[in-house]
């Protein structure tokens, strides 16, 4: 029988609709896990497994699953044996330190003696070692937010993305203990053919992460002025250059990353570029 590579993914939640999109952009039909634990890809070597995302980094250590995609504050609390192999771009926020919104936060020092309230007792340890500071944790499994107004605590420890969570609940955002994203996590055993197939499964996502990077734009440009015009544009190799049926003017094609994207396009319309447009890159093969 051929060897498939087994991913596990989180069952429902925040990262699920993230991690089957990414299959799918890779190419992989991942049918609709709702009510199912496991299922098989019809055109990729994989099966996936559908898990709470606490349980991941432990079935990939243990060998149940040879990949997982997880969050890396989920992979650092666990703090199994597996190896973080490619960051995913999503599932991006901070475990952060909340206090009430009245509270006069002086630094990390202000916790000294104080109950903090989290689900990552490991990590708010180590941040509270590092900056050698006794407190006393509780560790709950959800809702830290309320834990103040509750009396239960006088900070709390937990995973923020734009802070409206803390906000109803009277609290600020004082201090970061990590940020995170998504990543792929693998087996660190993993035999001869199981890595060829994450190599395939990886060449995909890098492709995927590098196109969603990157845009493709298509502009005409008067020819008086085009050398200046492809000098803003890095394009992959150099930009392709088109003469046009109207006389004076060529069409030229690039591919400008996120990043650089406002800045370049305010500079080429000063050059004098028009029409452009742009469009989105699906995959960057390099
Ligand atoms: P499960 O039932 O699988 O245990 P969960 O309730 O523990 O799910 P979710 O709230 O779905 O987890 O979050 C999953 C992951 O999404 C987090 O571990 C974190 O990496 C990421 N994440 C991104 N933004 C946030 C946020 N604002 N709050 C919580 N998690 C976030
Ligand atoms: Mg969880």
Redo the contacts with the bound molecule.
Sequence with gaps: MDQKLRIAI??????YDDSVKLLKDCGIDVKNGINKLRTEAENFPLEIYFL???DIPQYVEDGVADIGI?????VFEKNRRVTAVEPLGF???RLSIAVGRKDDYTGPKYLEGKRIATSYPVLVQRFLDDNGIRAEIHEIS?SVEIAPGIGLADAIVD????GS?LFMNGLKEVDTVLK?Q?VLIRNGNLDEVKLALLERLLFRIRSVKKAKNNKYVLLNAPNNNLEAIIRLLPGMKSPTVLPLAEPGWSSVHSVISEDQFWDIIEQLKAAGAQGILVVPIEKMII
């Design positions: 989180q069952k429902s939640g925040r990262l709470r995302d606490d997880v969050g890396e504050n989920v599932g991006k926020c959800g995973l923020v993305s734009s969570t995170s998504a």
